[in-house]
C-alpha cells in the first residue's frame, strides 16, 4: 500500500509518498481502508519537529480520516468488516491507504455524511469541545467569541455552540469567509480585518462583555479578548504562534480566566464523551464538517502548505489513490 513518509524532519517536501507493507490487526485493534484523510495544522507542527519531541522517525503523519473497516482482530466487539467509520487518532498514521486503529480510535460514520466530512472531524472539533465544554465549561445561554470562525476548528465550535444554546459571535477576514461563518450559524461576524473590530462586543453583548472566547492565535489577540470578556469570562487558548504581553489588571477586574488546552491531555473518558456527542450532532443533523478542498494523498506537501494560509476556509482533506464508494 501507499503512505506519506517523514524520514526527517523538515519543511513539506521531506514528506514522501512511499510503498509499505499493509498493516494486520492484533488484539483489539482494526484496519481501516481510508477514503480520506483529515490536514490539520498540528500536522505540520510535528512535521517539522516542532511539536511531540519525542515522535521517532521514520513516521507516517495524521490523525484524522475516514473509511471502512477492512480487517478487525481477536476481541474487537464493536466494530465490523465493511462498517464506515471516522478515525480519530490511530496506531500507524492516517496519511495511508490503510490504517491501523485501537477499535476506540473509530467511530461510527453515518451514511449521509461523506468520507470527506468524516475525515474532517477528529481534531477539529475534538479541539472546540473540549475547549468549550471541557476546560471553559461553557453553559446554555452564555456568549461566545470565536476568532478565526471561519476555519476548520472555528466552524465546529460554531455548530457545538448553536448545539448547545449559547449566542454566537464569530469572525473572519473575508467577505467569503463571514459569508460562511453566518451561514454556520454565528448570529454576528465581525471582520477580524478591521481596526478596532472587537469595540463592537459592547454593544453586541447590552454592555456585559462576553461570557467564552475561543482564541485560535493567541499572540495576536490575547490582550484585546481581556477588554471583551464579561465578569468571570474565560479565554481558551487553542492556538498560537508566538509571545504575548498582557495588563494583568484587565482579568482582575473581571476576575476572568486564561485557560489553555490541547487534545493531547485527553482522557480516555474525555474523548469517549466527545466522540458520543459526535455521533449523535452527525445523526440528527446538528454537525456537518465543512470540506473546502480535497487534494490526492501525493500532494501532502501542498495540503501543509496550504493548511496554515489565513485564506483557507473549513477542511482540507487528503483522498488516497484508490477508487472512493
Known amino acids: 500500500m501507499h503512505a506519506i513518509r517523514v524520514n526527517s524532519f523538515g519543511p513539506p517536501e521531506v514528506m514522501q509518498l512511499e510503498e509499505i507493507p499493509v498493516p494486520l490487526p492484533g488484539a483489539g485493534q482494526v484496519v481501516v481502508t481510508m477514503k480520506a484523510v483529515g490536514v490539520n495544522p498540528v500536522d505540520t507542527y510535528i512535521r517539522s519537529g516542532l511539536y511531540q519531541s519525542d515522535q521517532k522517525l521514520p513516521f ?7 473509511g471502512v473497516i477492512s480487517a478487525i482482530g481477536d476481541g474487537v466487539g464493536h466494530r465490523r468488516v465493511g462498517q464506515r ?13 490503510q490504517v491501523l486503529c ?14 470527506s466530512q468524516g475525515a474532517a472531524i477528529g481534531v477539529p472539533y475534538g479541539a472546540a469541545y473540549r475547549a468549550l465544554f471541557q476546560r471553559a465549561c461553557a453553559l446554555p445561554g452564555e456568549s461566545l467569541l470565536v476568532h478565526g470562525a471561519s476555519g476548520g476548528v472555528g466552524i465546529a465550535a460554531l455548530q457545538l455552540a448553536r448545539q ?3 449566542r454566537v459571535i464569530g469572525t473572519a477576514g473575508s467577505k467569503e469567509g463571514m459569508e460562511l461563518v453566518k451561514a454556520q450559524g454565528a448570529h454576528h461576524v465581525l471582520n477580524h480585518g478591521t481596526e478596532g473590530y472587537l469595540d463592537t462586543i ?12 475561543l482564541e485560535m492565535l493567541a499572540n495576536e489577540n490575547l490582550d484585546r479578548d ?15 504562534r508566538g509571545r504575548v504581553e498582557i495588563d494583568p489588571r484587565s482579568a482582575m477586574g473581571r476576575e476572568a480566566s486564561i485557560l489553555g488546552m490541547t487534545l493531547y491531555n485527553a482522557t480516555l473518558k474525555d474523548l469517549s464523551v466527545m466522540h458520543a456527542a459526535f455521533v449523535a450532532g452527525l445523526e440528527n443533523g446538528t454537525l456537518r464538517p465543512v470540506v473546502s478542498r480535497e487534494l490526492p494523498l501525493a500532494e501532502a506537501a ?7 494560509e489565513s485564506s483557507t476556509l473549513g477542511k482540507i482533506v487528503l483522498i488516497p489513490s484508490q477508487k472512493r464508494n
Open 302 to 308: 501542498q495540503a501543509h502548505h496550504a493548511v496554515l
Open 60 to 66: 507516517t503523519p495524521g490523525l484524522d480520516g475516514a
Open 85 to 97: 467509520v471516522y478515525v480519530a487518532w490511530s496506531i500507524s498514521g492516517t496519511y495511508a491507504d
Open 226 to 240: 481581556l477588554l471583551a470578556l464579561a465578569t468571570g469570562g474565560r479565554v481558551v487558548v487553542i492556538g498560537s
Open 164 to 166: 448547545a444554546g449559547m
Open 202 to 213: 459592547q454593544e453586541l453583548t447590552c454592555g456585559k462583555g462576553v461570557d467564552v472566547i
Open 102 to 115: 485501537h477499535e476506540f480510535q473509530t467511530h461510527p460514520l453515518p451514511d449521509d455524511i461523506s468520507f
